[in-house]
């Protein structure tokens, strides 16, 4: 096979990723799940011509050096690819993730109201958390979005690679790439405070310098989206903090405790009819309440506000999983597996 029969398969079989494998025939997930095509296995031979054949001649070089690169890749029939190449057992591989030609509706999402409301804020810091695959780029894109539909403003995004393309509506938007506009996320998001934007998404807060750098700016009037890879919003508050080292964690903690506006922490699970997948999320949001436990070091507490904040549009990941199995949305194994507290949904019935 071709890359382009491939990626024509892929966007045929409406697949979300592609993986490329030495050892094995093309790899599609349909739905959350892995399906191998109907073709024979592909040799190293095979995924270091795929990979070579996608690269210019100074993305090989990265790659040679990095031994990882990632990039988007566009053709006029196909749409938008991210594109990850990597090194297995001394060979290049490719992981590939097919980007959507719109962004959909919150309504098509699932996602919660409140995240609307989130992306209104004038200031602070909204961020979107969960594992690798569960949408979080699509989230914040619809945020991006919302605000060009309904704010004259800058937005500025930092992206490792570029997935969906704005145009500009209301706002000004410019959309800088990693590798191709940046050397690294740390450096971008230095810079692009010189460029008099009001919003600022970030695709990942990867190390220290881009999470004290992205607090800072949240700190002085901008809007700051990003996502993290943590699995609640309890645990990503801690994340944050303990990025910092000891002795500047008490700041980091005055300071998340200021800028915060709000967390989604969000899964994509299996639908119990098995015809596609269905949102879960839980939602923190920076009450006065949430800031003083924030403030305070006492990031467990945070869960509490959450399970008593459902007026400020808070919920648990267990409450919205066990919602998503009362309505017959996801299957009763997949809401316990997925749950933080595997005993509060047995206790519910």
């Known amino acids: 096979m071709d890359m382009r029969q491939i990626l024509r398969t892929a966007r045929k079989l409406s697949a979300s990723d592609i993986h490329l494998v030495a050892g094995l025939p093309p790899a599609f997930r349909l739905d959350g799940d892995i399906a191998l095509a109907d073709t024979e296995a592909m040799s190293r031979d095979d995924t270091r011509r795929l990979t070579m054949e996608l690269l210019t001649d100074e993305q090989k070089a990265v790659l040679e050096s990095e031994r990882e690169l990632c990039f988007s890749l566009f053709d006029d029939a196909m749409g938008r690819f991210r594109v990850n190449a990597y090194y297995h057992a001394g060979n290049p591989e490719l992981a590939i993730r097919l980007c959507g030609d719109r962004i959909p509706e919150a309504g098509e999402l699932g996602l919660p109201a409140v995240l609307a409301d989130l992306a209104r804020r004038t200031n602070g810091l909204v961020i979107i958390t969960g594992p690798t695959g569960m949408g979080k780029t699509t989230t914040l894109n619809y945020m ?80 700051v989206l990003t996502t993290l890879h943590t699995p609640s919003a309890v645990q990503t508050v ?112």
């Open 238 to 349: 801690e994340r944050i903090i303990g990025v910092f080292p000891a002795a500047q964690q008490q700041q980091a903690i005055i300071q998340v405790a200021a800028s915060l506006q709000g967390i989604v922490a969000q899964r994509l699970l299996p639908m119990a009819n098995r015809k596609g997948r269905v949102l879960a999320t839980e939602v923190l949001v920076a009450t006065t309440a949430a800031r003083r436990i924030i403030r305070e070091n006492e990031c467990h507490r945070l869960a509490t506000v959450i399970e008593t904040g459902q007026q400020y549009g808070m919920q648990s990941m267990d409450a919205c999983l066990l919602g998503l199995y009362e309505r017959g949305d996801i299957s009763y194994e997949v809401a316990v597996a997925h749950a933080h507290d595997p005993s509060y949904i047995p206790k519910r019935f």
């Open 144 to 223: 991006v979005d919302l605000i060009n539909r309904e704010r004259r403003c800058k937005i500025v995004t930092i992206e490792d690679p570029v997935e969906y393309v704005h145009q500009p509506k209301q706002a000004v938007v410019v959309q800088q790439e990693i590798h191709l506009d940046s050397k690294s996320f740390s450096r971008a998001l230095r810079h692009v405070l010189r460029q008099d934007p009001d919003v600022i998404a970030v695709g990942e807060m990867r190390d220290y310098e881009t999470v004290s750098t992205a607090l800072n700016a949240a700190e002085t009037g901008h809007l």
